[in-house]
């Protein structure tokens, strides 16, 4: 079992990622099977997240896993 994510560069770079796309959260949300506030909290570092859930946010923004970790290397 892996330990939730709880990377402060995490919710910011993936912010980033969807305002690229010019989604809002009301929008992605549903498109990643979670919750707008969830996805919020998650943008906002008040609420660590599984794996799993970080996988479907990226996989409906069309994100690598490889492009999130050099985005977030690259935010530190």
Same mark, same amino acid.
């Given at each position: ?9 995490? %919710?910011? +770079?993936? !912010?980033?990622?969807? @305002? !690229?796309? %010019?989604?809002? =959260?009301? +929008?992605? %949300?549903? #498109? *990643?099977?979670? /919750? /707008? %506030?969830?996805?919020? !909290?998650? @943008?906002?570092? =008040? /609420?660590?997240?599984?794996?799993? /859930?970080? #996988? =479907? ?9 490889? @492009?999130? *970790?050099?985005?977030? @290397?690259?935010?530190?």
């Amino acid at each position: 079992m892996f330990p939730p994510v709880s990377d402060p560069a995490l %919710g910011p +770079v993936l !912010k980033a990622f969807r @305002e !690229k796309r %010019g989604l809002t =959260q009301e +929008v992605l %949300g549903p #498109m *990643a099977g979670i /919750t /707008t %506030g969830t996805l919020s !909290k998650i @943008e906002t570092g =008040q /609420t660590s997240c599984a794996w799993l /859930t970080v #996988m =479907q946010i990226i996989d409906a923004l069309d994100v690598s896993l490889a @492009e999130l *970790a050099a985005a977030i @290397e690259a935010a530190r």
